[in-house]
């Protein structure tokens, strides 16, 4: 069974850039698709980027298109979602997630999740 902890979060202005890392232990994170999720308060956990087990495919959501970037180095077990531009609207607790079939947007199709890691934007 695969662990995550994601790290990375903090607090930033608007405009800024930040660059989180989930890192997965007891397993192999090529064995997995993975995702990016966040959650606001009194909000649902919605996706925000996926990426496939090669890192061949990726999924964005439209709110960060541009913006956000998922990559993976799977030798590293680790993902990465490199954040830049970022809004206030930004803010939430930013969870990474892993998957034991194919890429996927859907939250209840992930098998393993971190703790989260705090993002918050300040304008």
Do not use: H
């Not at 680790?78 to 997630?97: G, W």
């Not at 859907?106 to 934007?121: E, M, R, S």
């Amino acid at each position: 069974q695969v662990q995550l902890v994601e790290s990375g979060g903090g607090l930033v202005q608007a405009g800024g850039s930040l660059r989180l890392s989930c890192a997965a232990s007891g397993g192999t994170l090529s064995s997995y698709a993975m995702g990016w999720f966040r959650q606001a308060p009194g909000k649902e956990r919605d996706i925000v980027a996926a990426i496939s087990r090669t890192g061949g495919s990726t999924y964005y959501a439209d709110s960060v298109k541009g913006r956000f970037t998922i990559s993976r180095d799977n030798a590293r077990n680790t993902m990465y979602l490199q954040m830049n531009s970022l809004k206030p609207e930004d803010t939430a607790v930013y969870y990474c997630a892993a998957a034991t079939r194919s890429i996927t947007v859907v939250v209840t199709q992930y098998d393993y999740w971190g703790q989260g890691t705090q993002v918050t934007v300040s304008s």
